[in-house]
C-alpha cells in the first residue's frame, strides 16, 4: 500500500471503521487534510441517508449519484430538494426505464428484505446508461439497533445489433448490529465488503421489451451478489463471532459439565478394565 498517499491511507482507514461511525470520523479526516475533501467524499461509501419526498409522500434515499449541488432528486417525483430549476435529469426515455425498474426493486425490497427503502437513480451514457441501486433496512430498536445498507452500481453497454448488452457491477453492503441488555450485555458488531462482477447477458426475444430484460439482467446480478455477500458476511463476522463467544462461555450448566466428564470417565475406565481380562 503506498502510504504517501493520503487518499489511499483515507480507504484503508474507512475499511476498518464500524458503518455506523462513518460519518463522523469523515468530518475529523476532511477536517484534517481539507484539500481532499471531494475526492475523499466521492470515494468513501458513506450510510444512506433517508429524505421524504412530500410530492409523492414516499421516503427516498440519498447518495452522491442523486445530489446536484445541495439538492437531491427523489425517483418517486422526479423533483429536487431543495428546488432547483436546472438540476441534472435523465432523459425522457430513460426516465421511463428508472420508474419500471424502481418498480421492480421496490418489490424485490419487499421480498427479500420485507420492509425497509429502495431507491433507483439513472443517467444516461453515451452508449447505454448507468445507474445505482440503494436498499436500506433498519433493525428493530426493540430487539437490536442495528441497519442494512446495499449500494450497487451499475453501468450497462447496450448492443443492440448483437442483442446483448454488457454489465458492470460494483456493490458494497454496510451491516451493523448493536445490543445494550442486562442479559446480555453490550454486543457492537459491523463491517462492509465490496464486490465486482461484469456479465455479457442477452436482451431477450424480439416481442421482450429491452428495459424488462435490462430489469431482469440487473436484478439477477444484485441477487447473486447480494446473497454471496450476505453469506460471507455471516461466515466472518457472525460466524467467526459466534465461536469465539462458544470459547469463552458455555450455556450448558456446571454442574451438566461435571455428569459429562464423569461419564467419558467411566466408560473409559470401563474398556480399560474389560481390555485387561
Known amino acids: 500500500m503506498d502510504m504517501?498517499?493520503?487518499?489511499?491511507?483515507?480507504?484503508?482507514?474507512?475499511?476498518?471503521?464500524?458503518?455506523?461511525?462513518?460519518?463522523h470520523t469523515l468530518v475529523d479526516i476532511i477536517s484534517l487534510t481539507p484539500e481532499h475533501c471531494e475526492d475523499?467524499?466521492?470515494?468513501?461509501d458513506q450510510p444512506l441517508k433517508i429524505a421524504r419526498d412530500v410530492h409523492a409522500d414516499r421516503d427516498y434515499l440519498l447518495c452522491d449519484y442523486n445530489r446536484d449541488g445541495d439538492s437531491y432528486r427523489s425517483p418517486w417525483s422526479n423533483t429536487y430538494d431543495p428546488p432547483l430549476e436546472d438540476g441534472?435529469?435523465?432523459?425522457?426515455?430513460l426516465r421511463k426505464r428508472e420508474i419500471?425498474?424502481?418498480?421492480?426493486?421496490d418489490q424485490y425490497r419487499e421480498m427479500y428484505y420485507e420492509?425497509?427503502?429502495?431507491?433507483?437513480?439513472?443517467?444516461?451514457?453515451?452508449?447505454?446508461?448507468?445507474?445505482?441501486i440503494l436498499i436500506k433496512k433498519a433493525g428493530d430498536a426493540k430487539l437490536a439497533s442495528g441497519c442494512w445498507d446495499s449500494i450497487h452500481v451499475i453501468d450497462v453497454v447496450e448492443r443492440p445489433s448483437a442483442k446483448i448488452s454488457v454489465y458492470k457491477l460494483t456493490s458494497t453492503v454496510m451491516l451493523w448490529l448493536q445490543t445494550q441488555r442486562e442479559s446480555a450485555g453490550y454486543f457492537n458488531l459491523g463491517g462492509s465488503l465490496s464486490r465486482f462482477s461484469e456479465r455479457e447477458l442477452p436482451l431477450g426475444d424480439s416481442g421482450v421489451p429491452i428495459t424488462t430484460s435490462h430489469i431482469v439482467n440487473i436484478g439477477r446480478m444484485v441477487e447473486d451478489v447480494e446473497n454471496s455477500i450476505r453469506s460471507t458476511l455471516n461466515e466472518v463476522y457472525f460466524g467467526t463471532t459466534k465461536n469465539i463467544v462458544d470459547s469463552l462461555r458455555s450455556i450448558v450448566p456446571s454442574s451438566e459439565e461435571e455428569k459429562r466428564r464423569r461419564l467419558v470417565q467411566e466408560v473409559h475406565t470401563a474398556l480399560q478394565n474389560k481390555s485387561q481380562l
Open 4 to 23: 504517501t498517499n493520503p487518499l489511499t491511507c483515507v480507504m484503508d482507514l474507512m475499511r476498518r471503521l464500524p458503518p455506523q461511525k462513518i460519518d
Open 40 to 44: 475523499i467524499l466521492s470515494s468513501v
Open 88 to 93: 441534472t435529469m435523465p432523459s425522457e426515455s
Open 100 to 105: 419500471e425498474i424502481n418498480t421492480a426493486f
Open 115 to 132: 420492509g425497509g427503502i429502495s431507491s433507483v437513480y439513472l443517467w444516461d451514457m453515451e452508449h447505454g446508461f448507468a445507474g445505482v
